[in-house]
């Protein structure tokens, strides 16, 4: 980490620094006071924006569209699923009149939990991403509850001081019935709506559970900084994905077989 | 109010910069001080991220990422299965036990991570977490506890001990009509290196594992006397609970777990 190195340097001299001229000592004090100044600069910018996905998360569970909108920059982007990309907050409330009405009507469940936040901030503290769990519970008068869930890859912008969402891609994975569950039923995404068309196709086909999918990783692995954007993952002979980095030879595992018996 | 503090300790120590040498010996403490302070809070987020990617490696299987993420002398224990030494062990069991790496068709494990509870130790190089993940499955539903441990090795943070006592298991018939009261080491391969460092029972029994943190209020920390820790499946004295507890706390290994508790 070289900002951890640099803050070596500056603490070393800074020893050395009742030695040197007051000027040099000054000098000193300052570059070190700007240096901690930036490193609390990101621990609040990353607070700030979990704080704003939070937020996202708690209007949009509620149906508060208008405000759920009002989040994202004036070209930000919304993608949910396989929907389709709607861009800027205009499109973007449009969008989200195809989850219920503003205010989420009667008999209504909307609940999209945010959780297990990777939010990295761009040194300069203008930009950032986030990678989220997303897990859903949904309802709606006349069906049976629904469990859901997915990931996030989203960014977000500085703007005048304050963070807006400029990307919320959802990445729904599974989806099934409240009583059913996995072993039994799969429920598969929406695609992009006849009545308020998306302003683009989806980013990324992909099919969600019982297929496979896996998001690329915003972020580096923590401790060996490599990338994660290509992890083995299984096809998708009907989408046309072939399998990436997969053993070709396939046993159940121990814990399925163990567990069945 | 941490915010309050490091502005007022950042414009206490811009105010002493043009002082006398003994001002700038004492700017240089503060500024030191102010350091170790924020390398604190750094190294707090440093070890959720830490945790919250080993949950994202768990749902999709990549285990050869997952156990990277570990210390060489790593160790790892979940559920009932026993402990596991190294980080190879750490990779063997995961690919034993779970398939080979890689995001597979027909399979679902996510474990979502929430509520940690992050320490650091005084001289900045040990960590702890009290966590916990909501498990939504192929096969049902999980919930484990994490209490994990973390070292900082060459400025970067590894998991050095992962501790996940499970609270639950259950299938899609849900936690009102079947629960598995826990893994064991002999139910599936690979076999731990060595036995459960605890024995003890899922729901309906519970056990609770010490908290690597005092009281928050108090400032005490506080032993998980016997008598709480657990096997409580009826009102306390009852013949259920009698029976729940005197089986959560045998420690060779004999006791039916594994069973679907029966009404």
Known sequence: MSAR?????????????????PALAQGDVRSRVAAYKHRVQLLEDQDAIENLQATFGYYFDKGLWNQA????SARGTFEYGQRGVYIGPARIQQAMLLFGQQGLGKGRLNN??????????????????????????????????????????NEYVKE?????????????????????????????????????????????????????YLPAFSYDHPVTGKSLKALPMDGDDIVGRPSRGMEEKREESSAAKGLRQ | MKRKHIVAALLAASMV????????????????ELDQRITRLEDMNAIERLQRTYGYFVDKSQWVQLSELFTDDATLEIGGKGLFLGKKRVLEYMQKAFGPDGTKRNSLANHMQFQ??????????????RARAFVMSGGGWGLPLYENQYRKENGVWKISRLTGPFTMYTSWDGWGKWAMNNTWP??????????????????????????????????????????????????????????????????DGTQPIGEPPKE
């Open chain 2, 186 to 251: 002999d139910k599936f391969d690979p076999p731990p290196d060595l036995p459960p460092s605890f024995v003890y029972l899922t729901y309906p029994a519970y056990y609770i594992i010490p908290y690597h943190y005092p009281n928050p209020v108090t400032g005490k920390p506080f032993p998980i006397l016997k008598s709480d820790i657990g096997a409580h499946a009826g009102v306390p004295g009852s013949p259920v609970q009698q029976q729940w507890s005197t089986t959560a706390r045998l420690a």
């Open chain 1, 112 to 153: 999209h939990m945010m959780l297990q936040p990777i939010v990295v901030v761009a040194p300069n503290g203008q930009t950032a991403t986030g990678r989220w769990q997303g897990m859903i519970m949904l309802s709606e008068p006349g069906q049976n509850g629904k469990w859901g869930v997915g990931l996030y890859e």
């Open chain 2, 116 to 129: 940690p509870i992050p320490d650091i130790s005084a001289d900045g190089k040990t960590g702890w977490i």
């Open chain 1, 160 to 212: 005048g001081g304050v963070w807006k969402l400029s990307k919320l891609h959802f990445y729904l994975t599974a989806m099934t019935d409240y009583d059913l569950g996995f072993a039994k039923y799969a429920i598969q995404m929406e695609g992009p709506s006849a009545l308020f068309p998306p302003d683009r196709p989806p980013t990324e086909v992909y099919r969600a559970f019982p297929n496979a």
């Open chain 1, 69 to 72: 909108a009002g989040l994202f």
């Open chain 2, 17 to 32: 910069a043009g002082g006398s040498p003994v001002a700038a010996q004492t700017a240089d403490q503060k500024l030191a």
């Open chain 1, 5 to 21: 190195q640099i803050l070596k340097a500056a603490l070393l001299l800074g020893l050395l620094a009742p030695v040197a001229t």
